[in-house]
C-alpha cells in the first residue's frame, strides 16, 4: 500500500487538527508534567500554535518554563507528536485565551512505535492540498455512499463485505474492508496526484464531490 511520505503524513495530519493534547513541564523538574486539551491552530512551518486559558496551570508552564509537547490524532489521520520550545504571541483570541507557538524540536510519527520525522523535513514538506476538505468527504461517504465504496473494492479483488472510509489524500482514499477472511486496510490510489478533487477523473470526481442530500429542497410546501 503506498502512502505519502512521513514528513507529509505529519504536516498533512497537524493541519486537520483543531484539538491538540498539550503537556507542560513545571520549572521545578521533581514536579509532574500536566496534561491538557487545548484548541490548535496552524503557524508557519507546520509549527502547532496553542490556545491556552490564562491564569491556567499550563499557561503559568509555559511562561515560567517555556518547553511543550503536543500530540494530535485527527480523525483519519496519523497521530503525531511534537515536542519543541514554546513562544507566546502578541494578543488573545476572541475567547480571551493566550497563544503559543510551537517550535519543532523533534517530531514522531504513529502511537505505539512511533517513526520518528527529520524536523527540516517536516518543515518544509508540503501539507496534503486535500487536508481541509478529508473530514467532510469521509463523513459524506460514510452517510450516503458504503454501498458503491464497498462494490468498488470488490471490483478490486478484495473480499469485502462491509467498508469504511479512514483517510484521503492527494495520492488515494484508503478504506477499511471487513470480509469473511477478517479486517484488511486497502489503498484505492488515484491516477496520479490530484492538486483538489476536481481534478479526478469523471467517475471519482462526481463520488467525492457528491453532496446528495445535504441541500435537497423544502418539499413540504408542495
Known amino acids: ?27 521545578d523538574a521533581s514536579a ?16 502547532p500554535v496553542v490556545l491556552v486559558e ?3 496551570q ?19 489521520g496519523d497521530t503525531v507528536t511534537l515536542h519543541g520550545a514554546a513562544r507566546r504571541l502578541a494578543g488573545r483570541d476572541p475567547e480571551g485565551r493566550l497563544r503559543f507557538q510551537v517550535y519543532i524540536g523533534a517530531v514522531r510519527l504513529g502511537d505505539g512505535a512511533p517513526v520518528p520525522v527529520d524536523p527540516a523535513d517536516y518543515r518544509v514538506a508540503a501539507c496534503d492540498p486535500l487536508a481541509h476538505e478529508a473530514a467532510g468527504v469521509l463523513a459524506h461517504l460514510r452517510l450516503a455512499h458504503t454501498e458503491q465504496l464497498t462494490a468498488c473494492v470488490r471490483a478490486c479483488g478484495h473480499d469485502a463485505q462491509w467498508t469504511e472510509p479512514i483517510d484521503l489524500d492527494q495520492h488515494g482514499l484508503t478504506v477499511l474492508a471487513v470480509g469473511v477472511h477478517g479486517v484488511d486496510t486497502v489503498r484505492l490510489p488515484f491516477p496520479r496526484a490530484v492538486p483538489r478533487l476536481e481534478a479526478l477523473p469523471p467517475g471519482l470526481r462526481c463520488l467525492l464531490l457528491c453532496r446528495c442530500g445535504e441541500s435537497a429542497p423544502d418539499m413540504s410546501s408542495t
Open 1 to 27: 500500500m503506498s502512502l505519502p511520505p512521513p514528513a507529509e503524513r505529519a504536516r498533512t495530519s497537524v493541519a486537520r487538527a483543531r484539538i491538540a493534547a498539550l503537556t507542560t513541564y513545571p520549572r
Open 32 to 47: 509532574r508534567p500536566v496534561l491538557t486539551s487545548v484548541t490548535l491552530e496552524l503557524g508557519s512551518q507546520g509549527c
Open 54 to 56: 490564562a491564569g491556567s
Open 58 to 76: 499550563a499557561a503559568g508552564h509555559l511562561l515560567a518554563r517555556p518547553l511543550a509537547t503536543v500530540r494530535v490524532s485527527p480523525v483519519g
